[in-house]
């Protein structure tokens, strides 16, 4: 097929395999790029050093700094935001309702008059997540110190969510692991454990029914991790399209593309 369009997408083709080369071997002299909103990055050579006062390009350690910084700043409110009282449970989109396989618990319950008991289940239950989440900014913030220059190239060109599933790839184990330990206590604080323990028990004793079991701490930590996730997301969307959230002259000079 010739034409316009052909020539389009070997034009695109050609950047596509000078962008792979670039990352794959050190660069010999400085490469420059035109990223979508990004604007113009500068890779410098291994030996070059950036040009004092350059404008519109960046280098490598500004690009870098940029997106740890912007990260940070992403975790760090949202993080904060699920922690606080409240921000697990009156948030509908990182809400932690009764847990699925039991849903038929919490409709028959309600349906003889215990909706006031399930209620205060599920408050409990997000007042747990909320009560963890403290935990969770020390373990992201490691994993963005442990960035490379490859990560911050590949998040910085990904799509608006690239940070985000980065995170998702380098720290769900680790957060696991930390998390239910502390979602157990948490739960047990806030007397959710005991109160979903009643809850089934009580509907494990009426007729005809099959009892129903399920591991609240392991489904509290998935949906506590899940809701963290949801929260920073949206910061790093929000730092990607909003100049205003872009508080610093980092943030703007590697986010405000030109």
């Not at 004092?52 to 992403?74: C, M, N, P, V, Y």
């Not at 309600?110 to 900014?137: T, Y």
């Not at 020390?138 to 940070?163: C, H, N």
């Amino acid at each position: 097929m010739a034409g316009p369009d052909c020539r389009f997408i070997m034009k695109k083709f050609v950047l596509l395999a000078l962008l792979a080369a670039t990352l794959g071997a050190p660069a010999a002299s400085a490469q420059t790029f035109k990223i979508p909103r990004l604007g113009t990055i500068t890779l410098p050579s291994s030996t070059s050093k950036p040009k004092a006062g350059s404008t519109g390009s960046i280098t490598q350690d500004e690009a870098a700094r940029g997106l740890k910084e912007a990260l940070t700043q992403g975790i760090s409110k949202g993080a904060d935001q699920a922690s606080k009282t409240d921000g697990f449970y009156l948030n509908r989109l990182i809400r932690i309702p009764f847990p699925p396989d039991a849903q038929k618990v919490a409709t028959t319950l309600r349906r003889i008059g215990l909706g006031a008991q399930v209620d205060k289940f599920e408050l409990s239950l997000n007042r747990g997540a909320e009560d963890a989440a403290k935990m969770a900014k020390p373990i992201f913030l490691a994993a963005i110190r442990s960035l490379t220059f490859r990560d911050v190239w590949g998040i910085l060109t990904g799509e608006k969510d690239a940070a985000t599933n980065y995170l998702k790839r380098t720290t769900t184990e680790q957060l696991t692991t930390a998390f239910k330990p502390i979602i157990q206590q948490s739960l047990e604080k806030v007397n959710a454990t005991r109160y979903y323990s009643d809850l089934v028990t009580r509907y494990n004793q009426l007729p005809l029914v099959t009892p129903v079991q399920s591991d609240l701490s392991q489904y509290a930590t998935d949906k506590a991790i899940s809701g963290l996730f949801t929260l920073i997301a949206q910061e790093e969307a929000n730092i990607r399209e909003n100049p205003v959230a872009r508080t610093t002259e980092l943030l703007r000079k590697v986010f405000g593309g030109k």
